[in-house]
């Protein structure tokens, strides 16, 4: 079976201010893929970044990045000078073939940032 | 705009009741998810069809069914509604039905059984 845990639940930072959210994976695959998706308070869910397992190089887009390390099973997803636009509900999600390729999510991280 | 649209937007019924969402993916993309997403559950995968055949199933109730047809566009009726059916369905759509494709989420239909 596969498990993502986002153990923050909520973090409320002040703008400007970085902020880190993580994500921990559970996974019996040896190839799979990991998601970062953005749900602001419209309640769609936004397409952040999709990680290879076979592919360990951070990625920074903007004042976004991500870091994830195989070695502790985490996706670490980071803002940069966070601004009040940033704050949503920020999933942390992933896909194997040994759970059929299903999408499995975390709990979820709501961030709030405040002027 | 992920390019997948659902109908409707919100939904209110009673219990005991039947309804059905409709899906439409993204221009060339085969595969289709549906997703609910309820307080207590979190995010949940219910089911997957590509190009017209179910292909993986998740914690989807048997009350529930799926389809997707010809025209790629999938249907998600939910019958003999319960109070705690109450949540956000969604739709996603990718190119294929394998791992490495992103899923593009459309806005959600948000029912609420009365």
């Known amino acids: 079976a596969q498990k993502v845990t986002q153990a923050q639940t909520e973090i409320s930072v002040v703008e400007k201010e970085d902020v880190t959210l993580d994500c921990v994976y559970e996974t019996r695959d040896t190839t799979y893929y990991l998601f970062w998706y953005k749900q602001p308070p419209s309640g769609e869910l936004v397409f952040l970044i999709r990680r290879n397992s076979f592919d360990e190089q951070n990625e920074i887009s903007g004042r976004y990045s991500w870091n994830f390390q195989k070695s502790t099973s985490s996706f670490n997803f980071t803002i940069t000078a966070s601004q009040v636009v940033d704050s949503a509900v920020y999933f942390c999600?992933?896909?194997?073939?040994?759970?059929?390729?299903?999408?499995?999510f975390g709990g979820g991280t709501r961030l709030m940032v405040k002027p | 705009d992920s390019g997948v649209t659902q109908t409707p937007k919100h939904l209110i019924t009673a219990t005991g009741q039947r309804v059905t969402l409709r899906c439409s993916p993204r221009?060339?993309?085969?595969?289709v998810y549906w997703y609910q997403q309820s307080l207590d559950q979190g995010l949940q995968f219910l089911i997957q069809y590509y190009n017209g055949e179910e292909r993986a199933k998740g914690n989807i109730l048997e009350r529930f069914s799926a389809q997707q047809f010809p025209d790629l566009h999938s249907e998600l009726n939910l019958s003999s509604l319960e109070l705690g059916d109450s949540a956000l369905y969604f739709c996603a759509s990718s190119p294929w039905g394998t791992g490495e494709n992103e899923q593009f989420f459309g806005p959600g239909t948000r029912l609420t059984v009365l």
């Open positions: 221009s060339g993309d085969l595969s």
């Open positions: 999600a992933l896909r194997g073939p040994n759970a059929g390729n299903m999408l499995t």
